[in-house]
Each structure stands twice: as C-alpha cells, then as structure tokens.
C-alpha cells in the first residue's frame, strides 16, 4: 500500500438545525491508502453515506479533519471543494446517475467536459476507460439499451476516466445480481491493483466481502472495528 489518498482526523458532522440537529459522525478516523480497497459496512443509518460526501468534499466536517492527495480541506472555499473533488475523486453510485440521452462514451467523456477538458484525446480517453471495464463494443449504446451490470461498468468508466486517485463507490452492487455484482468487484478490485488508486467501497452485500484488503465497520456514527480482511482474494 502506497501513501494515503484520502485521510480522515477526528471527523465530526452535525447535520440539520435546531430541534432537527443530529450528530451524524463522532470522532471518525481513517485512511485510504493507494493500491488497497476498502470496505466500510454498518446498518442504516450508521453514517457510512455522510462519511464518504465527507471524504469526497461534498460536505464539510463540522470538526476535524480531511486531507486528500495530502492536501487539507479545512478553509477551502466551495469552488475550491469542487476542484479538490474533480481533480482527485471518483464517484460510483448505486442508481448509476447516467444522462439517457447520451451515449456511453458521452456519458464518460462528460467527467472530463466538467473539467474543461475538450482536447482532442478526450475520445481517445473515454474509449481506453470503457476497455478497461470491458465495453469497448457498447461505446455508442444508450443506458436503456445497457444491462444493469454494464450500466454500473460505464459509472465505473466515468469515475476513473480523470485519474482521480480515489473511487468511492456507494453501493455499486446493491442493484446487480451475484454474477453482476462479481464483474463489478473485479473491476474496483483490478482498479486498486494498480497501486496509485484507493477505493473505498460501502456496502450491506455479504457476496463482496472477500475482495476487500480491509473491513471497516462503522456504527451510531463511530468506527467500532477495522483490519484486514483475511479471506481477501482477488478473484473470490
């Protein structure tokens, strides 16, 4: 495992106001480090979702601290938080967030268009994200024309087309079947091996579990147990 990409210190993070206010984190500490995959698991409710926006600059923590890439986010601006984000970061959602009117390689390439990207290896880019997630014959296919699986695999390609030396995934195989789900892992877990990239994964599904380096579980808002995982295998 190389140098962390994302550190957490001591996060604290209250959300909502007044009699609605609640504590969502108390006293959270972690690290991703590049080259491992991680798993974070907890009920609902817990706080995995609010700690991986505040690992991914979507919030802020009310206390604390985030470093990303060795960069801290404490008095960032907002515009800031949006740079930090675009530049280090990848998302993976549960519910894809793919536009249906664009193709697949559109809806990769796009991850670059936000950035101000429009150079003309932007194509050359996309099509090299989609063969790494194995749908170089779907680049020109719509997402209703998409299983859920290669759906999920063009997310994927999205989320790692920017070298963003963090993936966090929210759930990604909560939609898919075991078979689905399987090629979803393989690809998060190929990413990791890479060794420049970390990806932390959160999930409720058993089926993954043995592809991960380390389990973290968190609870009530507290971390109450990580390590290794010894059953990790990189093709369970």
Same mark, same amino acid.
């Given at each position: ?63 604390? +601290?985030?470093?990303?890439? !060795?960069?801290?986010? #404490?008095? @960032? =601006?907002? &515009?800031?938080?949006?740079? $930090? ?71 994927? +390609?999205?989320?790692?087309? !920017?070298?963003?030396? #963090?993936? @966090? =995934?929210? &759930?990604?195989?909560?939609? $898919? ?60």
């Amino acid at each position: 495992m190389s140098d962390p990409v994302v550190e957490a210190n001591d996060i604290v993070k209250f959300l909502g106001h007044g009699a609605a206010r609640v504590q969502a984190l108390r006293g959270v500490s972690l690290s991703l480090g590049g080259g491992e995959l991680v798993m974070l698991m907890g009920p609902s409710g817990s706080g995995k979702t609010t700690l991986l926006s505040v690992l991914g600059c979507m919030l802020s923590p009310s206390m604390g +601290a985030v470093r990303v890439c !060795g960069r801290s986010t #404490a008095g @960032l =601006a907002p &515009e800031q938080l949006t740079q $930090l984000r675009r530049d280090h970061i990848g998302f993976v959602f549960q519910s894809y967030h793919l536009f249906p009117t664009l193709t697949a390689i559109d809806n990769v390439r796009l991850a670059l268009d936000v950035r101000g990207d429009y150079s003309r290896c932007v194509i050359d880019r996309a099509k090299e994200a989609l063969a790494t997630v194995g749908l170089s014959h779907k680049t020109r296919s719509y997402p209703l024309e998409l299983s859920s699986g290669e759906q999920q695999r063009v997310a994927i +390609a999205r989320a790692i087309i !920017g070298d963003a030396a #963090a993936i @966090l =995934a929210d &759930e990604p195989t909560a939609a $898919l079947d075991s078979e689905n789900g399987h090629a979803v892992m393989s690809i998060l877990a190929g990413i990791a091996r890479q060794g420049t990239r970390g990806v932390l994964v959160v999930t409720h599904d058993p089926r993954i579990l043995p592809f991960a380096d380390r389990i973290i579980h968190i609870e009530d808002g507290r971390i109450v147990r990580k390590g290794s995982n010894g059953g990790a295998s990189a093709s369970p």
